[in-house]
């Protein structure tokens, strides 16, 4: 899942000794995963810390515990350390964060971002818009449009011929789209 290479354990090893609390170890995991804003962290974690389904691994000299809902966005992830003039510095690189890989196996809501971050909100970025999913409810996408999509005269012509033709076509399992926007706001509409 997620590769900690020895450098950084020993980094880790050295700042978890120094700690307070006896058997202290790390949690890492993944804030808004899939999503744009996707942010990859490391915390301490004192025991009884770790959350239910949390998968943990044990590294020579701490453990390391994993947030399960996660997991997805951590492959292929890679936690090093890097000595300089200051000291050094951890860096975490975790490719699939922010666009995890999918496939046919992978669960809707991944496979609706994936199509979302990567094939339609490239193109709505040239107006200063985007599009994220809310909730799927039954086999609908529920989306909130945002940027110059919100409060758009055009923005069920970018529904219908844009957003929701790429979606139905590529995923047959959804059979409808809704837009849960306030599209009354149109302080950064592109067409008013």
Known sequence: MIEIRPEAQS????LLEKQEQSGTGIRIFVTQPGTPHAETCISYCSPGEEEEGDI???????????????ETYL???????QQDDLGGQLTIR??????????????????INYILYNEINPSLAAHGGMVSLVEVVGNEAVLQFGGGCQGC??????????????????LPELTGIRDATDHSIQDNAYYR
């Open 11 to 14: 980094y880790l090893r050295d």
């Open 56 to 70: 943990e691994h044990r590294y020579d000299g701490f453990t390391a515990w994993f947030e399960a809902k996660s």
């Open 75 to 81: 492959k292929d992830a890679v936690v090093d350390f």
């Open 94 to 111: 975790a490719p699939n964060a922010r666009f995890p890989s999918v496939d046919e196996n992978s669960p809707l809501e991944d496979r």
């Open 153 to 170: 005269a055009a923005i069920d012509i970018t529904l219908k011929q844009s957003v929701e033709q790429t979606l139905l076509s590529q």
